[in-house]
Protein backbone atom coordinates (compact mmCIF):
# COMPACT_ATOMS: atom_id res chain seq x y z
CA UNK A 1 0.00 0.00 0.00
CA UNK A 2 1.63 3.24 -0.54
CA UNK A 3 1.90 5.54 2.54
CA UNK A 4 0.96 8.80 2.62
CA UNK A 5 4.00 10.60 2.19
CA UNK A 6 4.32 9.20 -1.20
CA UNK A 7 0.38 10.48 -2.17
CA UNK A 8 1.74 13.95 -1.17
CA UNK A 9 5.18 13.74 -2.58
CA UNK A 10 3.21 12.68 -5.61
CA UNK A 11 0.41 15.31 -5.77
CA UNK A 12 3.34 17.87 -5.00
CA UNK A 13 4.83 16.86 -8.01
CA UNK A 14 1.69 16.91 -9.98
CA UNK A 15 1.23 20.57 -8.96
CA UNK A 16 4.48 21.82 -9.82
CA UNK A 17 4.23 20.31 -13.36
CA UNK A 18 0.92 21.71 -13.80
CA UNK A 19 2.46 25.33 -12.62
CA UNK A 20 5.61 24.64 -15.04
CA UNK A 21 3.20 24.16 -17.87
CA UNK A 22 1.01 27.48 -17.28
CA UNK A 23 4.28 29.50 -16.89
CA UNK A 24 5.45 27.63 -20.24
CA UNK A 25 2.00 28.65 -21.68
CA UNK A 26 2.06 32.14 -21.05
CA UNK A 27 5.72 33.02 -21.29
CA UNK A 28 4.59 31.77 -25.30
CA UNK A 29 3.98 34.36 -28.00
CA UNK A 30 1.40 32.58 -29.36
CA UNK A 31 0.72 29.26 -30.64
CA UNK A 32 0.80 28.06 -33.88
CA UNK A 33 -3.16 27.94 -34.02
CA UNK A 34 -3.83 31.26 -31.80
CA UNK A 35 -2.55 33.38 -34.63
CA UNK A 36 -3.60 32.07 -38.08
CA UNK A 37 -5.17 33.07 -40.72
CA UNK A 38 -4.70 30.75 -43.15
CA UNK A 39 -3.91 26.97 -43.48
CA UNK A 40 -0.41 26.21 -42.57
CA UNK A 41 1.14 22.59 -44.21
CA UNK A 42 3.61 21.25 -41.57
CA UNK A 43 6.12 23.56 -39.12
CA UNK A 44 8.58 23.96 -41.86
CA UNK A 45 9.09 27.77 -43.19
CA UNK A 46 8.06 28.53 -46.45
CA UNK A 47 11.34 29.39 -48.51
CA UNK A 48 9.95 33.17 -48.42
CA UNK A 49 10.35 33.08 -45.42
CA UNK A 50 14.11 31.72 -45.16
CA UNK A 51 15.42 35.14 -45.78
CA UNK A 52 13.27 37.24 -42.80
CA UNK A 53 15.01 37.34 -39.40
CA UNK A 54 16.78 39.72 -36.94
CA UNK A 55 20.46 39.63 -36.62
CA UNK A 56 21.62 41.56 -33.52
CA UNK A 57 24.05 43.91 -34.44
CA UNK A 58 24.54 44.90 -31.01
CA UNK A 59 26.97 48.28 -30.83
CA UNK A 60 26.12 49.44 -34.57
CA UNK A 61 25.42 52.76 -35.25
CA UNK A 62 22.40 53.74 -37.28
CA UNK A 63 22.89 56.13 -40.41
CA UNK A 64 22.34 58.93 -38.53
CA UNK A 65 22.24 60.81 -42.32
CA UNK A 66 19.16 59.11 -43.51
CA UNK A 67 16.71 60.73 -44.29
CA UNK A 68 12.80 60.36 -43.54
CA UNK A 69 9.36 62.28 -43.19
CA UNK A 70 7.13 62.99 -40.25
CA UNK A 71 3.64 62.17 -39.46
CA UNK A 72 3.59 66.30 -39.94
CA UNK A 73 5.04 65.96 -43.69
CA UNK A 74 8.14 67.17 -42.10
CA UNK A 75 11.86 66.30 -43.75
CA UNK A 76 13.86 65.08 -41.10
CA UNK A 77 17.23 63.02 -40.82
CA UNK A 78 17.30 60.40 -38.31
CA UNK A 79 19.97 62.08 -36.27
CA UNK A 80 17.50 64.95 -35.25
CA UNK A 81 16.09 62.37 -32.44
CA UNK A 82 19.48 61.56 -30.80
CA UNK A 83 22.12 63.39 -28.76
CA UNK A 84 19.87 63.68 -25.93
CA UNK A 85 17.94 60.55 -25.09
CA UNK A 86 18.09 56.92 -25.82
CA UNK A 87 16.00 55.74 -28.48
CA UNK A 88 13.25 52.70 -28.59
CA UNK A 89 13.06 51.82 -32.45
CA UNK A 90 10.32 49.75 -34.41
CA UNK A 91 10.03 48.74 -37.86
CA UNK A 92 6.86 48.04 -39.23
CA UNK A 93 4.46 48.84 -41.78
CA UNK A 94 1.31 51.09 -41.14
CA UNK A 95 -1.00 49.09 -43.30
CA UNK A 96 0.09 45.66 -41.79
CA UNK A 97 -2.76 43.84 -41.80
CA UNK A 98 -1.77 41.26 -38.79
CA UNK A 99 1.73 41.51 -36.68
CA UNK A 100 2.71 45.19 -37.02
CA UNK A 101 -0.17 46.44 -34.67
CA UNK A 102 0.77 43.06 -32.48
CA UNK A 103 4.01 44.32 -31.90
CA UNK A 104 3.04 48.37 -31.47
CA UNK A 105 0.17 47.04 -29.25
CA UNK A 106 2.76 44.85 -26.88
CA UNK A 107 5.40 48.03 -26.83
CA UNK A 108 2.84 50.02 -26.26
CA UNK A 109 1.17 48.35 -22.76
CA UNK A 110 5.10 47.58 -21.94
CA UNK A 111 5.54 51.30 -22.27
CA UNK A 112 2.35 52.03 -19.87
CA UNK A 113 4.36 50.30 -17.04
CA UNK A 114 7.77 52.03 -17.68
CA UNK A 115 7.91 55.21 -15.61
CA UNK A 116 9.60 57.18 -17.76
CA UNK A 117 8.26 59.86 -20.18
CA UNK A 118 8.75 60.08 -24.20
CA UNK A 119 10.36 63.30 -25.09
CA UNK A 120 12.00 63.97 -21.91
CA UNK A 121 13.71 60.62 -21.12
CA UNK A 122 13.36 58.73 -24.19
CA UNK A 123 12.18 58.82 -27.64
CA UNK A 124 9.79 56.44 -29.44
CA UNK A 125 10.65 56.00 -33.32
CA UNK A 126 8.78 54.03 -35.57
CA UNK A 127 9.95 53.51 -39.27
CA UNK A 128 7.40 52.32 -41.92
CA UNK A 129 9.13 49.77 -44.13
CA UNK A 130 6.88 50.49 -46.92
CA UNK A 131 7.83 53.30 -48.87
CA UNK A 132 4.76 54.11 -50.64
CA UNK A 133 3.22 55.08 -47.18
CA UNK A 134 2.28 58.55 -46.34
CA UNK A 135 2.35 61.09 -43.89
CA UNK A 136 -1.45 61.21 -43.14
CA UNK A 137 -1.04 56.83 -42.54
CA UNK A 138 1.39 57.97 -40.18
CA UNK A 139 -0.30 60.47 -38.28
CA UNK A 140 -3.36 58.03 -37.80
CA UNK A 141 -1.30 55.23 -36.30
CA UNK A 142 0.43 57.92 -34.28
CA UNK A 143 -2.97 59.26 -32.71
CA UNK A 144 -3.87 56.11 -32.59
CA UNK A 145 -1.11 54.79 -29.96
CA UNK A 146 -0.66 57.94 -28.35
CA UNK A 147 -4.65 58.04 -27.88
CA UNK A 148 -4.22 54.22 -25.97
CA UNK A 149 -0.87 55.57 -24.60
CA UNK A 150 -3.07 57.70 -22.41
CA UNK A 151 -1.02 60.67 -21.97
CA UNK A 152 -1.06 63.02 -24.82
CA UNK A 153 1.46 65.56 -23.44
CA UNK A 154 3.63 63.35 -24.77
CA UNK A 155 3.06 63.33 -28.35
CA UNK A 156 6.42 65.22 -29.20
CA UNK A 157 8.09 62.19 -28.01
CA UNK A 158 6.69 59.84 -30.46
CA UNK A 159 8.11 60.20 -33.75
CA UNK A 160 5.88 57.88 -36.96
CA UNK A 161 8.31 58.34 -39.85
CA UNK A 162 8.05 57.10 -43.54
CA UNK A 163 10.86 57.34 -46.29
CA UNK A 164 12.22 56.33 -49.64
CA UNK A 165 13.77 52.51 -50.06
CA UNK A 166 17.70 53.75 -49.72
CA UNK A 167 16.90 55.04 -46.54
CA UNK A 168 14.51 52.05 -45.22
CA UNK A 169 17.11 50.05 -46.15
CA UNK A 170 19.97 51.65 -44.66
CA UNK A 171 18.25 51.34 -41.10
CA UNK A 172 17.25 47.73 -41.79
CA UNK A 173 20.43 46.59 -42.38
CA UNK A 174 21.96 48.47 -39.87
CA UNK A 175 19.56 46.71 -37.80
CA UNK A 176 19.55 43.17 -39.10
CA UNK A 177 15.75 43.95 -40.13
CA UNK A 178 14.83 41.46 -42.42
CA UNK A 179 12.06 41.82 -45.11
CA UNK A 180 10.42 40.69 -48.18
CA UNK A 181 7.68 41.63 -50.51
CA UNK A 182 4.74 39.08 -50.37
CA UNK A 183 1.57 38.96 -52.71
CA UNK A 184 -1.56 40.79 -51.13
CA UNK A 185 -4.80 39.30 -51.60
CA UNK A 186 -5.28 41.14 -54.86
CA UNK A 187 -1.85 39.05 -55.74
CA UNK A 188 0.07 42.36 -56.15
CA UNK A 189 3.08 42.61 -53.80
CA UNK A 190 1.71 45.01 -51.55
CA UNK A 191 2.40 43.32 -48.32
CA UNK A 192 5.49 42.05 -46.40
CA UNK A 193 6.88 39.30 -44.43
CA UNK A 194 9.26 40.06 -41.73
CA UNK A 195 9.73 39.03 -38.23
CA UNK A 196 9.08 41.37 -34.54
CA UNK A 197 11.43 43.24 -33.11
CA UNK A 198 11.96 46.31 -30.80
CA UNK A 199 15.66 47.75 -30.72
CA UNK A 200 17.17 50.08 -28.25
CA UNK A 201 19.59 52.61 -29.17
CA UNK A 202 21.64 54.83 -27.12
CA UNK A 203 21.63 58.22 -26.91
CA UNK A 204 24.45 58.23 -29.70
CA UNK A 205 22.54 56.01 -32.34
CA UNK A 206 24.13 52.84 -31.49
CA UNK A 207 22.17 49.63 -30.97
CA UNK A 208 22.19 48.60 -27.57
CA UNK A 209 19.55 46.16 -27.11
CA UNK A 210 17.19 43.84 -28.79
CA UNK A 211 13.55 42.67 -27.86
CA UNK A 212 12.08 39.95 -29.96
CA UNK A 213 8.78 38.86 -30.13
CA UNK A 214 5.26 40.50 -29.58
CA UNK A 215 5.49 41.05 -25.85
CA UNK A 216 8.31 43.14 -23.82
CA UNK A 217 8.50 43.47 -20.29
CA UNK A 218 7.94 46.37 -19.10
CA UNK A 219 11.61 45.60 -16.71
CA UNK A 220 13.68 44.74 -18.90
CA UNK A 221 12.61 47.83 -21.21
CA UNK A 222 13.01 50.66 -18.38
CA UNK A 223 16.31 49.00 -17.75
CA UNK A 224 17.20 48.62 -21.02
CA UNK A 225 16.55 52.39 -21.94
CA UNK A 226 18.34 53.41 -18.43
CA UNK A 227 21.41 51.83 -19.51
CA UNK A 228 21.06 53.19 -23.00
CA UNK A 229 20.79 56.29 -21.72
CA UNK A 230 24.49 55.96 -20.66
CA UNK A 231 25.73 54.74 -23.99
CA UNK A 232 25.85 51.23 -22.57
CA UNK A 233 25.43 48.29 -25.11
CA UNK A 234 23.15 44.99 -23.92
CA UNK A 235 23.84 41.61 -24.57
CA UNK A 236 22.45 38.99 -27.14
CA UNK A 237 18.93 38.08 -26.61
CA UNK A 238 17.65 33.88 -27.78
CA UNK A 239 16.58 34.66 -31.31
CA UNK A 240 12.92 33.04 -30.31
CA UNK A 241 11.03 34.88 -33.84
CA UNK A 242 7.64 35.76 -34.22
CA UNK A 243 6.96 36.43 -38.22
CA UNK A 244 4.59 38.19 -39.70
CA UNK A 245 2.99 36.07 -42.24
CA UNK A 246 3.70 34.00 -45.75
CA UNK A 247 1.35 34.07 -48.98
CA UNK A 248 0.39 30.38 -49.68
CA UNK A 249 -0.51 30.90 -53.98
CA UNK A 250 -2.56 27.52 -53.75
CA UNK A 251 -4.83 28.54 -50.99
CA UNK A 252 -4.60 32.92 -51.83
CA UNK A 253 -4.10 33.26 -48.02
CA UNK A 254 -1.82 34.17 -45.83
CA UNK A 255 -0.57 32.25 -42.42
CA UNK A 256 1.37 33.62 -39.60
CA UNK A 257 4.48 31.38 -38.67
CA UNK A 258 5.20 31.31 -35.00
CA UNK A 259 8.75 29.71 -34.31
CA UNK A 260 8.40 26.73 -32.50
CA UNK A 261 11.55 26.98 -30.39
CA UNK A 262 9.45 28.29 -27.15
CA UNK A 263 6.95 24.91 -27.85
CA UNK A 264 10.18 22.97 -28.46
CA UNK A 265 11.27 24.24 -25.08
CA UNK A 266 7.91 23.42 -23.27
CA UNK A 267 7.92 19.69 -24.50
CA UNK A 268 11.65 19.44 -22.68
CA UNK A 269 10.30 20.74 -20.10
CA UNK A 270 7.44 18.15 -19.14
CA UNK A 271 9.47 15.85 -20.20
CA UNK A 272 11.79 16.52 -18.07
CA UNK A 273 9.48 16.78 -14.93
CA UNK A 274 7.81 13.71 -15.85
CA UNK A 275 10.91 12.18 -15.10
CA UNK A 276 11.30 13.51 -11.88
CA UNK A 277 7.96 12.52 -10.64
CA UNK A 278 8.33 8.94 -11.80
CA UNK A 279 12.26 9.30 -9.95
CA UNK A 280 10.01 11.01 -6.51
CA UNK A 281 7.17 8.05 -6.67
CA UNK A 282 9.73 5.04 -7.51
CA UNK A 283 12.01 6.39 -4.44
CA UNK A 284 8.60 6.87 -1.66
CA UNK A 285 7.27 3.55 -3.27
CA UNK A 286 10.46 1.72 -1.55
CA UNK A 287 10.76 3.79 1.00
CA UNK A 288 7.22 2.56 2.07
CA UNK A 289 7.70 -0.76 1.02
CA UNK A 290 10.79 -0.63 3.48
CA UNK A 291 8.80 0.81 6.26
CA UNK A 292 6.14 -1.97 5.85
CA UNK A 293 8.80 -4.60 5.99
CA UNK A 294 10.59 -3.25 9.36
CA UNK A 295 6.86 -2.81 11.04
CA UNK A 296 6.23 -6.37 10.09
CA UNK A 297 9.56 -7.72 11.29
CA UNK A 298 9.11 -5.58 14.41
CA UNK A 299 6.08 -7.09 14.82
CA UNK A 300 7.17 -10.63 14.73
CA UNK A 301 9.45 -9.69 17.00
CA UNK A 302 7.69 -8.32 19.76
CA UNK A 303 5.24 -11.27 19.27
CA UNK A 304 7.85 -13.65 19.21
Known amino acids: MMSGRTIRAGWQAAALCCALLGATAFAQVASLGDKQTGENKGDQLPNVLQKVGVAQHLNRSLPLNAQFV ?52 FDVIIISIDPTETPAMAAKKKAFYLKRYGRP ?59 LGVEYSPKDMLLGLIEASNNKIGSPVANILTYCYHYDPETNKHSLIVARVVQFGGMVTMAGLGGFMFLMFRRDLKLGRDHDQNARDLTKKENG
Open 153 to 211: ETAAGWHYLIGQKPAIDAVTDAVGFGYVKVPGPDGTLSQFAHASSLEIVTTDGKLAQYY
Open 70 to 121: DETGKQVVLGDYFGKHPALLSLVYYNCPMLCSEELDGMTGALEMVKLTPGKD
